[in-house]
């Protein structure tokens, strides 16, 4: 009998597998905006910039990782093997998107020569579904929202046999959801080996996006050991789709109503992953939500500041800290003239991210 696969179960490991897939997974940039840093009034800010990613996303660590990893562990072999042997009976993979998980599930697929299917809701923009039909992905347009579409590619993939790659599930110890948190973990082993090679102090404040969460878990966990006192751990969401500040208030995972419409396209969620929510709570993690206005501004703050370009959902973190920041008093997020902080530039301008 052959032995099961050895997945990589650490973010070294992950990053390993990535980067023989292109070297498009190269480290990104960890950019010190010193100007930002003065305008905003603290000492540093430190900004991930993972518009330098391949697909121009944070998004394809996790969904392209999830996938192959899934593909890989129903073949019984590596995720090396499975690419370099492309077997012809692999499962379709699907999954559910705004835009930027599917474009990496449907990478994931391409790189091992299987189907993929991804539901989209219809606030997607046209340009987001175009790119991840270049990559080979059938889209199914749904009525409704983010978490309709979710709904939908679950029933499908029991319906088709096929596996689900989603970034969210109501169940914390859904294998694939972390899976997809594992991959987005190696923003944070970059993050720290980055620090330590520059020799600088570390953060003491984290501002990083939250959709249904998976990012801010994922940088939460890995840094939350890094983080230098009074060590905040910051999610920032939009007002419109505040899915994450629902669960927090009831301590439960919920879906809110509405139809989500926001700015930060990314972030148009209504139900937080449990999974996610589950690490958020452990560690101690506040949250933000931001006016549509502050997110509109957030890409030209950083833009004006020397940082990359980027989109409303790319700046969610940075809004974040300026409205935190705008209330400098507040002692409950601990910020200060001498607050150090790291956000993530979660993606880069659309028009940058079609190359």
């Not at 139809?259 to 930060?264: K, P, Y």
């Not at 509109?296 to 950083?302: C, G, V, Y």
Request: proline fraction near 5%; aromatic fraction near 4%; include cysteine.
């Amino acid at each position: 009998m052959q032995p099961p696969p050895t997945l990589p179960e650490n973010t070294a490991a992950i990053a390993a597998v990535l980067r023989q897939l292109s070297p498009a997974y190269a480290v990104t940039p960890l950019l010190d905006l010193k100007e930002l840093a003065g305008r905003l009034g603290v000492a540093q800010v430190l900004a991930k910039d993972e518009g330098r990613r391949m697909l121009g996303s944070f998004k394809s660590l996790g969904g392209t990782y999830a996938g192959l990893a899934a593909l890989a562990r129903h073949k019984g072999i590596e995720i090396a093997e499975l690419v370099a042997q492309r077997p012809r009976d692999l499962p379709a993979l699907v999954c559910a998107s705004d835009g930027n998980h599917g474009l990496a599930v449907a990478a994931a697929a391409r790189f091992a020569g299987a189907q993929a299917k991804v539901f989209l809701h219809a606030g997607v923009p046209q340009s987001r579904a175009q790119r991840i039909a270049a990559q080979g992905a059938a889209i199914v347009w749904m009525q409704g929202t983010y978490d309709d579409a979710v709904d939908a590619a679950a029933a499908a993939a029991q319906a088709e046999g096929s596996i689900l790659v989603a970034d969210t599930a109501p169940d914390a110890s859904d294998r694939i959801v972390r899976d997809v948190m594992a991959g987005y973990g190696v923003i944070a082993h970059e993050v720290r080996e980055q620090i330590a090679a520059a020799g600088g102090a570390a953060p003491t404040h984290l501002f990083v996006q939250a959709g249904v969460g998976g990012l801010a878990a994922a940088l939460a966990d890995g840094l939350r050991d890094l983080l230098a006192p009074p060590a905040r751990i910051v999610a920032v969401e939009p007002e419109r789709c505040a899915c994450l500040a629902a669960a927090f208030a009831q301590d439960r995972v919920v879906r809110i109503g509405g139809d989500l419409a926001t700015a930060a396209e990314m972030l148009s969620c209504g139900e937080a992953s449990a999974a996610a929510f589950e690490i958020l709570r452990a560690v101690g993690a506040q949250v933000v939500t931001v006016s549509e206005r502050e997110l509109e501004d957030a890409p030209n703050l950083l833009r004006g500041a020397g940082g990359p370009a980027t989109t409303p959902s790319g700046a969610t973190g940075l809004a974040g800290l300026a409205r935190v920041v705008s209330e400098m008093d507040e002692p409950h997020f601990a910020l200060s003239a001498e607050s150090r902080v790291l956000i993530v530039v979660s993606e880069a301008a659309v028009n940058e991210a079609d190359r």
